[in-house]
């Protein structure tokens, strides 16, 4: 088959196939060999490659590095390592193996350096913290290939398991925004029925870089209290790819078509629940089950090396249909009906300009449309309709070895309308919503002496909603003491606008909320252990707080605590073992409640450990982990006070297997709360009478106890499984 050929089934593969395999007439050598530092540590994570090929890979905890060429006679191995020289051999080929590489370390130019204070990487060139590429996401514990699923393992995170989303650090899940390649979005996970998981709408397989920040992040990045989830996307693919993955509820097809220059990938999702939930049935009575139908495409092309485009379009369609109690007369029965369409487009371009210059150029568009039929009573409807642009710009330049400038500006343009009727012509409740916030910032990065660095930025917002510029200083100092020792010091003032809901209600007279980050950090690592001890300390003020019917911009609280992370792979060979543990302490005056109190999606004690343990013989990765929080605060009328009682703790013991079936197919099992424990969120109360004041005690519960997940992942035109990333 030549190459239009194959390009042509690529683009109408609509159907399962089964792939074999070409078989290549020439021989091919192998290259292996260790890389250390000159204490003759073993480094992790090294860039060894043929020059001028794409033949290469990294080394792996032990130093080691192992892969296969066709080239033949003379080539040019190079080894490059952040905070080292590039080591180069030129060789006849069929000599490079059993090589010891050593390399010598060097003073990093203010642009090469990675301060990792409150941030976890993922990805092969998001740093050298906590390295994770797209297939250890999918995984990681209990995370059923899901980003946000992994990232709960992280010390910072709580666990809130009726809806899955991300909190971090005290803060509510919208107070985390994520990005990608640098632009806004705002809706990023599925929504799904009451009281069940949400999931990214953004497969893993997509990025080559996820970078989790807890606190205390760049002045790039605005609109967000509490964190940050920057991703980007794989660069411009030198190798046609199609790939296949399958579990009991979904089905995904992909690939990617690749040019000299450039590459156009495409992927399919369809996720039904119809038959796992008559194999393993949930609480809900289903009349139409949950349906999601999604398409991602990406053109990517790299018009020299200086010069990069991406463009990336998702849709997802999201149905289901339920049996479900009136909501002011259980013993009525109303059948609920919802539909969603999200649109996400999002383009880049970076360009490398003379004299050390680099631009970049952003756009992004978020489009959400909700409807719900008998949302609350037979007949009524519930309409959403949110629309978000989101334009970039920035400009920088490494101006000497020491001192490193951003400029930049962004724009988020918004609306949002609203609609609920009790009949085609009973309107109940309406709004149109619009506003925009405009913002410049400017960071400057310096390096004062040897291993010391000093950051100092500023961001200016103006938002039309109320008319107010404000202005957000953010600093840091950081000490490098070695590549295996770190030590920071963050400071950073953030904003974000209310929620539209409550901006509707209110929108002249409310103020963005702020929140103030104080984080010290140590991070220690080498290539097979990484250690992270972070003391922090937040304050929130004007947050949206209900009095008498009226939002006003009084509220006020804190959250402040102690992150631990704990990873070793030298213990035990062929064992990596991760524990993470989390104390926070916060309390807020916010919206409904009558008294500072601890939020009820908080948790003071949160405590992690996982073991994942491979066996060569058998090729499977085993893995289990158990995560613990202490029980959450929440309001019961028969008691005096508010937030006036708790539930009991969360635990779930977890337990996954990766089966590496051949190089190219990967079988991945997972089952959750393997014990069966009922994990209690919350408490709804019900009115026995009026006259009494006396309410009954509903739990809160996940509408599923227990979770288990196979999934079949097959690349049908490489090697390696993973190629399943179509992108």
Not at 54 to 76: A, R
Not at 122 to 130: E, N, Y
Not at 504 to 516: E, F, G, I, K, V
Not at 635 to 652: E, I, L, R, V
Request: aromatic share 14%.
């Amino acid at each position: 088959m030549n190459k239009n050929a194959k390009r042509l089934f690529l683009l109408s593969s609509i159907a399962f196939s089964v792939g074999i395999h070409p078989l290549f007439c020439q021989s091919s050598f192998e290259i292996d060999g260790i890389v250390k530092d000159k204490n003759n540590e073993p480094l992790t994570g090294v860039n060894v490659f043929l020059q001028g090929s794409i033949d290469g890979g990294f080394t792996d905890s032990d130093g080691k590095f192992q892969f296969t060429t066709m080239q033949k006679d003379t080539v040019v191995l190079m080894v490059s390592y952040l905070g080292f020289k590039d080591y180069k051999i030129r060789s006849d080929v069929s000599k490079l193996n059993h090589l010891t590489v050593r390399l010598e370390s060097k003073e990093m130019a203010i642009d090469e350096v990675v301060i990792v204070a409150s941030s976890f990487n993922f990805g092969a060139d998001a740093g050298k913290l906590k390295k994770m590429n797209s297939l250890d996401i999918v995984m990681t514990g209990s995370s059923n290939g899901d980003i946000y699923a992994a990232l709960q393992s992280l010390p910072g995170t709580q666990k809130v398991g009726e809806n899955g989303r991300l909190y971090v650090r005290g803060g509510e899940s919208n107070e985390t925004q994520t990005f990608i390649n640098g632009m806004h979005v705002l809706a990023p996970y599925t929504t799904n029925a009451e009281n069940s998981v949400q999931r990214s709408r953004f497969s893993p397989f997509l990025f080559k870089g996820i970078n989790l920040v807890l606190g205390g992040y760049a002045a790039e990045y605005g609109q967000a209290l509490s964190s940050v989830l920057p991703m980007q996307t794989t660069d411009v693919s030198t190798e046609d790819k199609l790939g296949i993955s399958f579990s009991p509820f979904n089905l995904n097809m992909g690939g990617t078509i690749a040019q000299k220059k450039s590459s156009f990938s495409f992927n399919g999702d369809y996720m039904n629940m119809f038959l796992y939930n008559k194999v393993f049935p949930d609480s809900y009575n289903w009349i139409n089950p949950y349906q999601k139908t999604s398409g991602e495409t990406q053109y990517k092309v790299e018009f020299n090396p200086n010069n990069i485009l991406k463009m990336y379009a998702e849709y997802d369609y999201t149905t289901f249909k339920q049996n479900v109690n009136d909501y002011f007369d259980p013993s009525l029965g109303r059948k609920l009906y919802f539909k969603e369409h999200n649109l996400y487009l999002n383009s880049t371009f970076k360009s490398y300009l003379p004299n050390g210059y680099s631009l970049f150029l952003g756009a992004a568009n978020s489009t959400i449309n909700d409807r719900i039929d008998n949302s609350v009573i037979t007949n009524d409807r519930y309409e959403n309709n949110r629309n978000e642009l989101h334009l970039k710009a920035s400009i920088d330049k490494a101006v000497s070895s020491r001192y490193r400038l951003s400029l930049g500006g962004e724009a988020y343009l918004r609306s949002s309308a609203k609609a609920y009727r009790l009949s085609s012509d009973n309107l109940q409740y309406s709004y149109n919503l619009g506003y925009n916030i405009m913002s410049l910032h400017l960071d400057n990065n310096v390096r004062i002496y040897k291993g010391l660095y000093f950051n100092f930025s500023g961001r200016m917002e103006y938002e039309t909603n109320n008319n107010g510029w404000i202005f957000l200083p953010r600093t840091s100092l950081s000490y490098v003491l070695s590549n295996h020792l770190q030590f920071s010091a963050v400071y950073g003032s953030y904003s974000q606008a209310a929620e539209d809901d409550i901006l509707a209600s209110n929108r002249r007279n409310l103020q963005q909320a702020y929140s103030d980050h104080f984080i010290l950090s140590m991070a220690y690592n080498k290539p097979a252990f990484v250690c992270r001890i972070e003391p922090y300390y937040k304050k929130y003020s004007k947050l949206p707080l209900l009095n008498q019917a009226v939002y006003s911009s009084t509220g006020h609280g804190y959250s402040r605590g102690i992150d631990f992370f704990l990873e070793d792979k030298s213990c035990i060979k062929n064992l990596q073992s991760t524990i993470a543990y989390s104390y926070n302490d916060s309390k807020r005056l916010y919206l409904d409640y009558t008294q500072l109190s601890q939020p009820q999606y908080a948790t003071t004690h949160n405590f992690n450990v996982s073991f994942r343990y491979y066996l060569p013989s058998i090729k499977t990765y085993l893995g289990v982990s158990n995560l613990f929080a202490s029980g959450r605060p929440y309001h019961d009328p028969n008691k005096p006070g508010f937030m006036n009682a708790k539930t009991s703790p969360y635990n779930s013991l977890d337990l996954n297997m990766t089966f590496l079936l051949k190089p190219n197919v990967i079988l991945y099992t997972s089952m959750t709360n393997l014990l069966g424990r009922k994990n209690i969120f919350n408490y709804k109360f019900l009115s026995n009478s009026e006259e009494n004041n006396e309410y009954s005690k509903i739990p809160v519960v996940a509408s599923r106890g227990q979770f288990f997940y196979i999934g079949i992942f097959i690349s049908l035109m490489n090697t390696k499984a993973y190629e399943v990333s179509n992108f």
